[in-house]
């Protein structure tokens, strides 16, 4: 089953789980015309745009961490290629509606708060400078998502220290499992 990286805003460092994967696994990374100042619906389309071009019909993984899991949540409630998603790892969902968000993010509120059309697990860090445990949780929650506690790692990004992050891979082949 193919996976697709959604990175968050200002892309993921060559040192982030994320890259890793990407080198290791051979993923293939949504890539957006402006991780600086990130339009919530230009970030959108080029999804929907990348899931229709792949040339496998099969149903994906999406990769999520940080601003791309507001991605997956507000893309599932709008697009209509959702079935081309078999389940999402989302990590570290930040609260995009808290008041010290940078401007650049202001254009991610609301937060979408549907319940995703897949298989979804939430990984949660109990010290997340950007989201609130309880807040992630919440989200985690209205999306149907299975939560996952890290514990104390941070925005669970390369400053965390993951290296490869096997347990977040183990995650991930969790979700390729047939059924609901």
């Known amino acids: 089953m193919q996976r697709l990286?959604?990175?968050?805003?200002?892309?993921?460092?060559?040192?982030?789980?994320?890259?890793?994967?990407?080198?290791?696994?051979?993923?293939?990374k949504v890539e957006q015309a402006d991780w600086?100042?990130?339009?919530?619906?230009?970030w959108m389309a080029r999804l929907d745009e990348v899931l229709l071009a792949l040339d496998d019909p099969a149903p994906v993984l999406l990769v999520a961490h940080s601003l791309g899991c507001q991605l997956v949540a507000a893309w599932a409630e709008h697009s209509r290629h959702t079935a081309r998603v078999h389940g999402t790892l989302l990590v570290a969902p930040p609260d995009t509606e808290h008041d010290a968000m940078p401007p650049q993010l202001h254009n991610w509120r609301p937060i979408r708060?549907?319940?995703?059309p897949f298989k979804a697990t939430a990984v949660l860090s109990s010290d997340d400078p950007y989201c609130a445990l309880a807040r992630g949780a919440e989200m985690a929650g209205q999306w149907g998502a299975t939560v996952v506690m890290a514990g104390p790692r941070g925005h669970l990004n390369s400053a965390?220290?993951?290296?490869?992050w096997p347990e977040g891979h183990a995650l991930l082949d969790d979700l390729a499992a047939p059924g609901p």
């Open 160 to 164: 965390s220290g993951l290296g490869d």
């Open 36 to 42: 600086q100042w990130p339009r919530r619906g230009d």
């Open 113 to 116: 708060r549907g319940r995703l």
């Open 5 to 28: 990286i959604l990175p968050g805003w200002m892309d993921s460092d060559a040192d982030h789980w994320q890259s890793r994967w990407q080198r290791l696994y051979g993923y293939a």
